[in-house]
């Protein structure tokens, strides 16, 4: 049982009026993991701005704690983080709880997996479930061990690498938090850590490891991106702006394209073109969003986005090598898709089926029950657009504890002929707190259901 297993809580959404305004979207959750995690593995105060205060962050903030960083909340958003320096980290006198957080665990696992301590992992029903061996397998080459359920799942106690070793990690799938946590372990290993991926994913890590100080090169060969790192750096703490997230801003961005009449600026978006994806494929549909004051903030691409209602989507194949950079957009975009005229097939995406649900799975039952044809595979699925205004909707559909899936289905409703139940919206406090109030300012209908 962990903290987060709670009572559910549905909610509905009905077809509205226009959606108008400006769209304020929280800090990027992968950039506030590592921004905390960084903090804590430096000597100095970090001090960030701009932080997600969700509950996925929030418990990355409160395991660093556990660790013997010392973070503070100072205003919302704005915190600052003790670090405790490369190889600090103390034993937790208790069990690290990372709720429904993929990245916090296994960004968590990779940072203390080479320190001389022990840590016991567990998470809610959702994050149980998922897979750990894609992190404890190269955590064992740096001389780890590791102690969890059959299949590799949570409850799992690692114990630190005593004496460890620097290692040389291709990464088995594209998968930044794989990527993330070799590098972080790698941090305290004496000597060269090289990650090779095939695909690049998203490089905040590597980005914010720099900026922290520590001697880091990425290089392209025919291999893919080979990312060096040089062990027992001193990290010196920094200050840091966290981007507005850019898998948030999809949720308004999307709902804009779908509601008849709409119009909405989201400002100040990351544009880092290993998260972008997304929009592009938007674009390619006949999406009418448009780039607004593009500029550099701290070293990434950043710019205003205005999405307005778009009739004449037409379905995509979006290329199998774009999955990474948007690879938690896929559930949004299916919902664009089905409000599309024609098909739009999405392939290369098995990592779907391992994330906070089978997203494959969840999004095809939750778009059959709302009238919409979905045919799917283990690495692929095709939704057949019925086109603007003319999904039925009119279903109850489970989150299965996935704010990306409740978020999805209850921008569905917003645009289908009848409204559309989320049995479960508790997920979405994971990355997106403000996200009913939000769309509410903007004109749409939620109704939370009495339970
Ligand atoms: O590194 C990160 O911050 C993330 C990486 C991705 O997961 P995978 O590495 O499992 O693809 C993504 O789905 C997740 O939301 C955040
Ligand atoms: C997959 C996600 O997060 P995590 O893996 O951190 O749980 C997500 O936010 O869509």
């Known amino acids: 049982m962990s903290a987060h297993d709670g009572p559910a809580a549905p909610m509905t959404a009905h077809a509205a009026g226009p959606l108008t305004g400006e769209a304020q979207v929280p800090g990027d959750k992968s950039v506030s993991h590592r921004a905390l995690i960084l903090g804590a593995l430096s000597v100095g105060e970090t001090r960030i701005t701009g932080l997600l205060e969700g509950q996925d962050v929030l418990d990355t903030a409160t395991a660093m704690r ?172 920094q200050t840091l702006t966290v981007p507005r997230d850019p898998s948030s801003a999809a949720f308004p961005v999307c709902a804009a394209l779908i509601v008849p009449g709409s119009e909405v600026l989201v400002p100040n978006i990351g544009l880092n073109p290993t998260r972008a994806g997304l929009f592009e494929t938007l674009r390619e549909m006949g999406a009418d969003l448009t780039y607004e004051n593009p500029r550099d903030e701290g070293g990434e691409p950043v710019a205003d986005l205005r999405a307005r209602f778009s009739p004449d989507m037409r379905g995509i194949s979006v290329p199998p090598e774009r999955a990474a950079s948007m690879i938690d957009e896929y559930p949004i975009l299916s919902v664009v898709a089905a409000n599309a005229a024609g098909r739009t097939e999405m392939r290369g995406v098995a990592e779907l089926r391992v994330k906070e649900s089978d997203r494959i799975d969840a999004m095809a039952q939750g778009l059959r029950a709302c009238g919409v044809t979905v045919e799917e595979g283990p690495d692929w699925w095709i939704v057949e657009g019925r086109g603007p205004g003319e999904v039925p909707g009119g279903a109850t559909v489970a989150a299965r504890l996935d704010h990306r899936i409740a978020m999805s289905f209850l921008i569905a409703g917003f645009a289908a002929k009848s409204p559309v139940t989320v049995d479960d919206a508790t997920p979405i406090a994971t990355s997106f707190p403000i996200f009913t109030d939000m769309m509410t300012a903007l004109g749409a209908r939620l109704e939370r259901d009495p339970t």
């Not at 909340?73 to 690290?96: D, L, R």
């Open 66 to 237: 556990a660790f013997g960083a010392e973070v503070t909340q100072h205003e919302p958003g704005s915190w600052s983080v003790h670090g405790v320096g490369t190889g600090g980290f103390a034993e937790p006198a208790q069990v690290i709880d990372c709720g429904n957080s993929g990245t916090g665990v296994r960004l968590i696992m990779g940072a203390m997996g080479t320190s001389p301590i022990t840590a016991t992992f567990t998470g809610d029903a959702s994050l149980r479930l998922r897979p750990m061996a894609r992190i404890t397998d190269p955590l064992a080459l740096f001389g780890a061990a590791a102690h969890g359920r059959s299949g590799g799942r949570l409850p799992m106690t690692v114990v630190g690498a005593r004496a460890p070793v620097p290692v040389q990690y291709t990464t088995p799938m594209p998968s930044a938090q794989v990527k993330s946590a070799v590098l972080l372990a790698g941090l305290n290993a004496p000597g060269e850590t090289v990650v090779t991926e095939r695909e690049a994913t998203r490089d905040h890590t590597e980005r914010m490891l720099a900026g922290f100080g520590a001697e880091i090169e990425t290089e392209t060969t025919n291999e893919g991106r080979v990312i060096r790192l040089t062990g027992q750096p001193e990290l010196r703490a």
